[in-house]
């Protein structure tokens, strides 16, 4: 079946633009996790949703990140007014009842 | 503060030699330690759950919570093993998000 699908791939944007970034998990997985993975370390955690609720973003760097998952399936990771810093790949997670997560392909944004 | 480090970024072996990539952490409660491998131009994916306590790919870790280390061992390391191995931390009573160590590429020579 089809796995995690991460869109897009790649993003380059200028700083200060804002950036969208889209998660469609595995269909029927409850729990949806947000990981941001700078180069040459490991992801670091951002924020969980448990179907549409968001139950833990403290992760998020800075109050110019945003998550929702409105309908409880796919998400969407907002970057306002981006950052070089913010330049890293994104990874979206899924799991069902388990702790057994899926991951993404990821999105690699770049910040000019 | 939870933490889980790999204090090797890269480890090089020839083909046919053991392997122990490091792995240690530091957590106060009862945690859930797990082997993630990425593959040249793949996705993160689960190797092994310490809760398993399964062989996979001819791979083992087992969990010493007195030096708080899960190491990952393999006994003949294979070209194919060639990858970025993380070692990750998760919490029962937080939704099950991950805490990450800094990975290790291991490259395995023929």
């Known amino acids: 079946g089809a796995g995690v699908s991460q869109s897009p791939r790649y993003k380059v944007a200028k700083r200060g633009q804002d950036v969208a970034l889209r998660c469609d998990p595995i269909s029927g997985h409850v729990s949806l996790f947000w990981y941001q993975q700078a180069l040459g370390q490991g992801p670091e955690f951002l924020t969980y949703f448990q179907n549409e609720a968001q139950l833990d973003k403290s992760g998020l760097p800075s109050d110019r990140f945003f998550a929702e998952r409105p309908e409880g399936s796919v998400s969407t990771l907002k970057i306002q007014r981006t950052q070089q810093e913010d330049s890293a790949v994104y990874l979206c997670?899924?799991?069902?009842?388990?702790?057994?997560?899926?991951f993404g392909p990821g999105t690699r944004l770049t910040v000019l | 503060a939870q933490r889980v480090t790999q204090p090797e970024k890269l480890l090089s072996v020839f083909k046919g030699a053991p392997v122990e990539l490091k792995c240690n952490y530091s957590y106060s409660g009862s945690p859930e330690l797990f082997w993630y491998v990425q593959y040249s131009r793949q996705r993160l994916q689960l190797l092994l759950r310490h809760i398993s306590r399964e062989s996979i790919k001819g791979f083992t870790a087992d969990l010493n919570k007195g030096e708080t280390s899960f190491h990952l061992k393999k006994p003949f390391a294979q070209e194919e093993d060639s990858a970025m191995y993380y070692c990750?931390?998760?919490?029962?009573?937080?939704?099950?998000?991950?805490?990450f160590g800094q990975g290790t590429e291991l490259s395995v020579k023929p």
């Open positions: 997670a899924s799991s069902s009842a388990g702790l057994k997560q899926f």
């Open positions: 990750a931390l998760s919490f029962y009573n937080q939704g099950g998000k991950l805490i």
